[in-house]
């Protein structure tokens, strides 16, 4: 099977643009979480999305969204970008929600500038 | 709110040594506990769980509801151990897994 994948790899941005990550999850898998993870703060949980909705939620300001496609495909969105948003964007995916067991994509390097 | 820490951001044994990689958590309930290894330039995965009670490449954990651990320990290190490696606690079912911050195990040959 094919692991997760997340585009783009790397981007690079300016303050105050938006910024749209997309992440397909493992065939079958259903459930999609989201990740950021910075040098300070280690991996941080942005939300999860389980049969579109999303099922659990961090403690991320309103900037930060996501939605889950009926193919379970997952994009997520931050808006008026600040350079503290600079961070690698983990997506994992499930079998199930509520498992505990995730399968990591490489990852989505974001740089704002 | 419940929190993971790790309190070794690097750790260094000799190949064939024992290691030990600590974990405790703050939580008041019976959460479910994991760890999960970063080798270098490869993904994040899962390498063990504590309901499973299982050993897996000779690492074993074991929870410690008294002291709220999850130290995970292997008694002989082997240089393909060196790795980045996340002890994780998800408070109940379905609910979101929260990260420590992990530690960098180096294992010297």
């Known amino acids: 099977k094919a692991g997760v994948t997340q585009t783009p790899r790397y981007l690079i941005k300016t303050r105050g643009q938006q910024v749209t990550l997309s992440c397909s999850p493992i065939s079958g898998h259903r459930s999609v979480s989201w990740y950021q993870q910075t040098p300070g703060q280690g991996l941080q949980f942005l939300f999860e999305?389980?049969?579109?909705?999303?099922?659990n939620k961090g403690n991320f300001p309103g900037r930060f969204s996501g939605r889950q496609f009926s193919n379970s495909r997952s994009e997520m969105n931050v808006s008026t970008l600040e350079l503290g948003d600079s961070a690698l964007y983990l997506c994992a995916s499930s079998p199930a929600t509520g498992t505990g067991e995730l399968f990591f994509g490489e990852g989505s390097r974001l740089t704002v500038l | 709110a419940q929190r993971v820490t790790q309190p070794e951001k690097l750790l260094s044994v000799f190949k064939g040594a024992p290691v030990e990689l600590k974990c405790n958590y703050s939580y008041s309930g019976s959460p479910e506990l994991f760890w999960y290894v970063q080798y270098s330039r490869q993904r994040l995965q899962l390498l063990l769980r504590h309901i499973s009670r299982e050993s897996i490449k000779g690492f074993t954990a074991d929870l410690n509801k008294g002291e709220t651990s999850f130290h995970l320990k292997k008694p002989f290190a082997q240089e393909e151990d060196s790795a980045m490696y996340y002890c994780?606690?998800?408070?109940?079912?379905?609910?979101?897994?929260?990260f420590g911050p992990g530690t960098s195990l180096s294992v010297i040959p």
């Open positions: 999305y389980f049969s579109e909705t999303q099922r």
């Open positions: 994780a606690l998800m408070k109940t079912s379905y609910d979101k897994v929260i």
